[in-house]
């Protein structure tokens, strides 16, 4: 099947997850991916054109903020960093009005498949060079949602990697699996539950479980037997 970020159209919800092994976190794929969209929410303005550009140092400290108010993982400067310094390995954009006004912003980090702490999410093909995209973050200010942006922030990231980045096989990231507007998103737009993972999160003094969705990109698919599993739960 087959973003990554993806997205696609807004979709009402409490932030989507991804991995966290503690309150703090760095530039690693242990970040949150999210879909910050609320459900009751009516978009109040109107926007006109819509344009899209990469994230830059200026931008910083208005991400970090809006990453506060979304996720309840932290993110550590070196990711922001990261995100504007190093675009060999991460992928940053944000949406802005007429005004230049952010609107929203999409983060994801490109790691070699054997170097993923998600392992085995590739079937063999031969070739040696094989990435995934991880997605970190994804989300739309409040009075920006239900007019499609977070699922434009998506088709950039995922039309990238088809191409200019043709090594990318996939795009991944991890999802709550009690955020519920989020998971009907990804699986709207062909994301696979490929795995759960027990006691993923760990926020607010508690543990979580996730769900691991992933887009295959071009021929690429899962290995046969997690393909073989998925069909019997599906029959």
Known sequence: MQVTSVEIVPIPSSPCLSPLSSSSSSSSSSSSSSLSVSNNEQCSLQVGEIHFRPLTQEDVDEIQTMHLEWFPVRYGNDFYTSLTTDPSTMFSLVAVNERHVIMGCITAQFDPEWQCEDTGLLAADGTTNSELAYISTLGVKS???????????????????V?????????????????????????????????????????????????????????????????????????
């Open 143 to 161: 009075e920006f949602r239900k007019m499609g942006i977070a699922n434009k922030l998506l088709n950039h990231l995922v039309n990238y990697c």
């Open 163 to 235: 191409n200019n980045r043709h090594q990318v096989k996939a795009l991944y990231l991890h999802v709550l699996t009690t955020n519920l507007p989020a998971i009907f998103f990804y699986e709207k737009n062909n994301f696979l539950k490929l795995r759960t993972l027990q006691q993923y999160y760990d926020f607010n003094d508690q543990l979580h479980d996730s769900f691991l969705y992933i887009l295959y990109l071009g021929d690429a698919h899962c290995p046969k037997y997690l393909l073989f599993l998925f069909l019997i739960i599906i029959i």
